[in-house]
C-alpha cells in the first residue's frame, strides 16, 4: 500500500498565483485532512472531509478551498497566493468511526511563496 | 490560541537517558490524545495513544502517563537511542462538527547523543 501520495513535493509560487495540491489514499478512509505545518508551531488543521461530497472548514480556513468527489481523492487549493501561506502542507486520512483512529500521514508539500 | 501547551521545546540526552516530554490542555471535550514521531522530510506517525479512563500506557520503550485532574499527560522514552532524534508531538482530539480535530502541541525536537 503507497498509504497517502501528496504532489507536489516541493513548489515555489509567485504572489497571486493560484496552484491545486493534491492528495489521494488508497486506504479507503472515509475522512481525510489537510494541515499546514509552519515552523515551532505545530500542526494548523485548514479543512476535513468526512466523506465524498463532505467538507468542512477547521481552523485556519482562510485562503484555502477543497472539494471531495472521491473517497480516494482530497485537494487542496491556493487561490491569490500570498506570502503568509508558506509553509508544509500535510494530507492525512484516517478510518472513521470514532475519533480515536490514528491519522495517516503523507509526507507533505513544501510551498514556497516569493 | 493554542489548545494543548507543550514542553520544553527542544530536549538532548545521553544515549540510554530517559527523555520525558510533557503537554497540558484546558478543554475537557478532549477523548483521546495521542503523540506523533516525526523525522526531517516526512510527515507525523503515530507512536502511541491513550484515552483518559487510562492512567498509563506501555507500548515497547514509550510510555505515556495521563493525570486526567491535572489535564496533563507527559511522553517518556526509556533507553533513549539515537535513532529517536525526532521532533515529537502530543494532540488531543475531539469531536467537532461532522468529525473529529487533532490539536497539536508546537513540538519538541529532542536530540539523543552517542
Known amino acids: 500500500n503507497a498509504g497517502v501520495t501528496q504532489t507536489p513535493k516541493f513548489r515555489i509560487l509567485k504572489i497571486g498565483q493560484s496552484m491545486t495540491l493534491q492528495c489521494t489514499q488508497d486506504?479507503?478512509?472515509?475522512?481525510m485532512y489537510w494541515y499546514r505545518q509552519d515552523p515551532g508551531m505545530g500542526l494548523k488543521l485548514i479543512y476535513y472531509?468526512?466523506?465524498?461530497?463532505?467538507?468542512d472548514k477547521g481552523e485556519v480556513p482562510n485562503g484555502y478551498n477543497v472539494s471531495r468527489s472521491t473517497t480516494e481523492d482530497f485537494p487542496l487549493r491556493l487561490e491569490l497566493a500570498a506570502p503568509s501561506q508558506t509553509s508544509v502542507y500535510f494530507c492525512?486520512?484516517?478510518?472513521?468511526?470514532?475519533?480515536?483512529?490514528?491519522?495517516?500521514f503523507g509526507d507533505g508539500t513544501r510551498l514556497s511563496i516569493l | 490560541q493554542q489548545q494543548v501547551k507543550q514542553s520544553p521545546q527542544s530536549l538532548i540526552v545521553q544515549k540510554g537517558g530517559i527523555p520525558i516530554i510533557n503537554c497540558a490542555y484546558e478543554?475537557?471535550?478532549?477523548?483521546?490524545f495521542p503523540w506523533y514521531q516525526q523525522f526531517p522530510g516526512k510527515g507525523p506517525a503515530l507512536l502511541i495513544a491513550?484515552?483518559?479512563?487510562?492512567s498509563e500506557k506501555k507500548e515497547g520503550r514509550f510510555t505515556i502517563s495521563f493525570n486526567k485532574s491535572a489535564k496533563q499527560f507527559s511522553l517518556h522514552i526509556m533507553d533513549s537511542q539515537p535513532g529517536d532524534s525526532a521532533t515529537y508531538f502530543c494532540?488531543?482530539?475531539?469531536?467537532?462538527?461532522?468529525?473529529?480535530?487533532?490539536?497539536f502541541g508546537k513540538g519538541t525536537s529532542l536530540l539523543v547523543t552517542p
Open positions: 492525512a486520512s484516517s478510518y472513521p468511526e470514532t475519533g480515536i483512529q490514528p491519522q495517516h
Open positions: 486506504m479507503n478512509h472515509n475522512y
Open positions: 472531509s468526512v466523506g465524498a461530497g463532505i467538507t
Open positions: 478543554n475537557t471535550a478532549f477523548d483521546y
Open positions: 491513550i484515552r483518559p479512563d487510562v
Open positions: 494532540a488531543a482530539s475531539m469531536r467537532v462538527n461532522s468529525g473529529y480535530a487533532l490539536n
